[in-house]
C-alpha cells in the first residue's frame, strides 16, 4: 500500500506541482479539426432575437463556427456602422452557442462597385478597413482575407492586356498590406488575430495551383521580411457536384483528393520567402447542392434551368467523406461547409443542411455526426464515423 501511497504522491508531482497547472492542457489530445463550420449570412440581421435563432440551428448541425461576409467598397465609409451592428450582434449569437463567428473581408464584386484594391491608395484603404474591423469586434479571431482572387468574378484583372498572369501579384500586395494592419490590431486590441489568406478555388479554369506558384513568385521579388497569412486556404469544390471529395485530379482542379499536390507546391513555392511550409491549412469553403423536393418547392422564388442538385443523402455521405478525408490529412485545421441553410433563390445555392422554409434534409443527420466527430480530441483510435475506406 505504502508503494501505491507513494507512487500517487510522484505521479501529482509530476502533473500538477512540477508544471503550470494550466500546462496540464498540453497533455490532452487535440480536436481532429479546430475548426468545423458553416459560411452562412443567414444570422447578419442586427436583430439579436433572430441572430440566435439562426445561430441554435446552426449548432444543431454540430458546428463550431460560422463565418460571415463583409465587403469592402472603394467609395463607401468603411466598416459602415450598420454593418459592424449586424457582425457584432452575430457575434455574440455565435459566442452564446458556444460557437465562434469568422469574417470574411473581400471588395465588393458586383453592381457598380468593380473596383480592385490595386492602386497602393486603395490598397492603405482596404488595409485600413480590415483594421478598424478588428477593433470593433474584439470577440472575433480569424479574419479571412479575399474570396477566390484567382476567379476574375472576385479579382479582376486576372491578365493585363499582353496576356501576364497579374492577379497574383495584386492580391500579395492587398493581402501583405492587411495582414500587417490585422496584426497591428491584434496589439492595439489585446487579443489574438488570425489572419487567412488566399481562399482559392480549386478548379481547373481558375489555376488554382498556378495561381499560388506566381504569388509566392511576387512575394520573393518584394523581398518582404515577414509572413502574409497564419492559416492558408482553400475552397476544394469537385470538378462536378456529386464527385466524390476523394477523387485525385490529372486536370488542374486541385480539392481534398490532391492534398499531397497542394501541400508539396505550397512548399515549393515558398522556398525563399518567411511564409512557413508548414503553415496550417483550412478548407473553408465546400457547398454541394441538392435537388428541391416537390414538397418544399413553394420555400422557392423561382425556377432555375441550369439547377443540377443531388439527393439529400447522397450529399449527406459526400460531405461525411469530405470532413473524414480531411480531419486525416496533416495540417489541415478545419472543414467548412458552405451553406446551413438553402438560398431561397433557385437560381442560388441550395448547398444547405435545411431547406429553405428551415425544414431539415435527410443529410443532416449523418453529417451531424461526422462534425462531431471530427471536432472531438483524436486519441488515436481510429473508429471513422461510418464511412467506408
Not at 498556378?210 to 518584394?222: D, G, P, V
Amino acid at each position: 500500500m505504502s508503494k501505491l501511497v507513494g507512487a500517487f504522491v510522484l505521479a501529482v508531482s509530476l502533473i500538477g506541482l512540477g508544471q503550470p497547472l494550466g500546462s496540464r492542457a498540453d497533455i490532452m489530445p487535440k480536436p481532429r479539426l479546430e475548426i468545423v463550420g458553416l459560411v452562412d449570412d443567414a444570422a447578419k440581421s442586427g436583430n439579436p432575437q433572430s441572430a440566435d435563432q439562426v445561430m441554435a440551428r446552426f449548432q444543431s448541425t454540430g458546428v463550431n463556427s460560422v463565418t460571415e461576409t463583409t465587403l469592402w467598397n472603394w467609395d463607401k465609409p468603411c466598416p459602415d456602422p450598420l454593418e459592424i451592428t449586424r457582425l457584432r450582434v452575430s457575434a455574440e449569437a455565435a459566442n452564446n452557442r458556444g460557437m465562434q463567428l469568422i469574417v470574411r473581408y473581400f471588395p465588393d464584386p458586383s453592381g457598380k462597385h468593380l473596383h480592385m484594391p490595386l492602386r497602393p491608395g486603395d490598397r492603405r484603404s482596404f488595409a485600413d478597413c480590415a483594421y478598424r474591423l478588428a477593433m470593433a469586434l474584439p470577440m472575433v479571431r480569424i479574419f479571412e482575407v479575399g474570396n477566390e482572387p484567382n476567379y476574375k468574378r472576385f479579382w479582376r484583372p486576372q491578365f493585363s492586356s499582353d496576356g501576364q498572369y497579374v492577379a497574383p501579384g495584386a492580391y500579395f500586395l492587398a493581402l501583405a498590406a492587411t495582414y500587417d494592419r490585422l496584426k497591428q490590431a491584434e496589439i492595439d486590441r489585446h487579443a489574438t488575430v488570425t489572419v487567412v489568406g488566399m481562399e482559392l478555388a480549386s478548379k481547373t479554369r481558375h489555376h488554382p495551383l498556378a495561381f499560388l506558384a506566381a504569388f509566392f513568385e511576387a512575394y520573393r521579388q518584394s523581398q518582404r521580411n515577414k509572413p502574409v497569412m497564419d492559416w492558408l486556404s482553400w475552397h476544394p469544390y469537385e470538378d462536378n457536384n456529386s464527385d466524390s471529395p476523394g477523387t485525385k485530379h490529372q486536370n488542374g482542379t486541385a480539392a481534398i483528393g490532391d492534398y499531397d499536390l497542394i501541400r508539396s507546391t505550397f512548399s515549393q513555392a515558398v522556398t525563399g520567402t518567411p511564409q512557413p511550409p508548414d503553415t496550417p491549412l483550412i478548407y473553408s469553403e465546400l457547398g454541394i447542392e441538392t435537388v428541391v423536393a416537390v414538397n418544399k418547392a413553394s420555400g422557392y422564388d423561382s425556377n432555375c434551368l441550369v439547377f443540377q442538385g443531388i439527393d439529400p443523402q447522397i450529399q449527406g455521405y459526400l460531405l461525411k467523406q469530405a470532413v473524414t478525408l480531411a480531419a486525416q490529412q496533416q495540417g489541415v485545421i478545419g472543414f467548412v461547409q458552405f451553406l446551413g441553410v438553402d438560398e431561397p433563390r433557385r437560381c442560388g445555392w441550395q448547398s444547405g443542411l435545411y431547406y429553405s422554409n428551415g425544414s431539415r434534409k435527410s443529410s443532416l443527420p449523418p453529417v451531424r455526426e461526422a462534425y462531431l466527430w471530427a471536432r472531438a480530441p483524436d486519441t488515436g483510435i481510429t473508429n471513422k464515423p461510418g464511412v467506408p475506406e
